[in-house]
T-cell receptor
Framework: DSGVTQTPKHLITATGQRVTLRCSPR?????VYWYQQSLDQGLQFLIQ???????AKGNILERFSAQQFPDLHSELNLSSLELGDSALYFC??????????????FGEGSRLTVL | GQQVMQIPQYQHVQEGEDFTTYCNSS?????IQWYKQRPGGHPVFLIQ?????EVKKQKRLTFQFGEAKKNSSLHITATQTTDVGTYFC??????????????FGKGTKLSVIP
């Protein structure tokens, strides 16, 4: 158990819909990262938050947005969903403060299926 | 931007054979991390290498960081069925404005034939 909690574990929805994925980082971790993993693909970095502020942005589509709340949990919002958005979405947290990226602790992921 | 290439993409080995995966970065790295993802699981941190030319061992796993800090390798001796999974390298590099970015390779999926 990494200490990172993601909900829901599985989600099935239709094209054009909007979903929200939730992540609670490990206790004390200020940084939260979101990654997308498609079938047989690597980990595509989407976005990072540190203590409530956006720190780095990767290949995140304009239809996707995220935020980190004062209690440090984070949400990833995916809208106008397309079939190609079907993937496993991982949240990870890190204990390292500031701009440095330390060891990442991954949650178990949220598997999104768009039909 | 920074790119991390990892080869091979897939590797099938007979149990007891050795296995190596290689990682190359387009830029000089501050450090490199390795993760393992079991089938159906999530990535789990294995190790971090920081120094040029560093070599670290974990039982049958040997990790190396190149002298130029742009490449790395993971070698597994005498593979076992428990080694099955996808091994990712992740290179950390300075991305400006006081921030660092961790870029993952696409991973090497290891299958072990009993």
């Amino acid at each position: 158990d990494s200490g990172v909690t993601q909900t829901p574990k599985h989600l099935i929805t239709a094209t054009g819909q909007r979903v929200t994925l939730r992540c609670s980082p490990r206790s004390g971790d200020l940084s939260v990262y979101w990654y997308q993993q498609s079938l047989d693909q690597g980990l595509q970095f989407l976005i990072q938050y540190y203590n409530g502020e956006e720190r780095a942005k990767g290949n995140i589509l304009e239809r996707f947005s995220a935020q980190q709340f004062p209690d440090l949990h984070s949400e990833l919002n995916l809208s106008s969903l397309e079939l190609g958005d079907s993937a496993l979405y991982f949240c990870a947290s890190s204990e390292i403060s500031g701009g440095s990226t330390g060891e990442l602790f991954f949650g178990e992921g949220s598997r999104l299926t768009v039909l | 931007g920074q790119q991390v290439m990892q080869i091979p993409q897939y590797q099938h080995v007979q149990e007891g054979e050795d296995f190596t995966t290689y990682c190359n970065s387009s830029t000089t790295l501050s450090n490199i991390q390795w993760y393992k993802q079991r089938p159906g699981g999530h990535p789990v941190f294995l190790i971090q290498l920081v120094k040029s030319g560093e070599v670290k061992k974990q039982k049958r796993l040997t990790f190396q960081f190149g002298e130029a800090k742009k490449n790395s390798s993971l070698h597994i001796t005498a593979t076992q069925t428990t080694d099955v999974g996808t091994y990712f390298c992740a290179g950390k590099a300075y991305s400006g404005a006081g921030s660092y970015q961790l870029t993952f390779g696409k991973g090497t999926k290891l299958s072990v034939i009993p």
